[in-house]
């Protein structure tokens, strides 16, 4: 049998926690100027899957 392999794009993006993945928020990489610095702070960090999109993402990243 040959192995599982993960999907790469996905394993860029989540990182697996405890309780489930974590992932980057988007609208943070460009055109930040327009953007107030109270939106910019409240982007930083990571965020929690939601718990819908969990088993798609376990599919997607056996390995982990």
């Known amino acids: 049998m040959p192995k599982i392999k993960s999907n790469s794009g996905a394993a860029k993006r ?16 460009h055109i930040l100027t327009k953007k107030s610095t109270k939106r910019k702070r409240q982007l930083r960090g990571m965020k929690q899957i939601h718990a819908s999109d ?3 993402i376990q599919r997607m990243l ?3």
């Open 54 to 56: 969990k088993a798609l």
């Open 14 to 29: 989540f990182k697996k926690t405890a309780s489930g993945f974590k992932h980057k928020q988007s609208h943070r990489s």
């Open 62 to 64: 056996p390995n982990l």
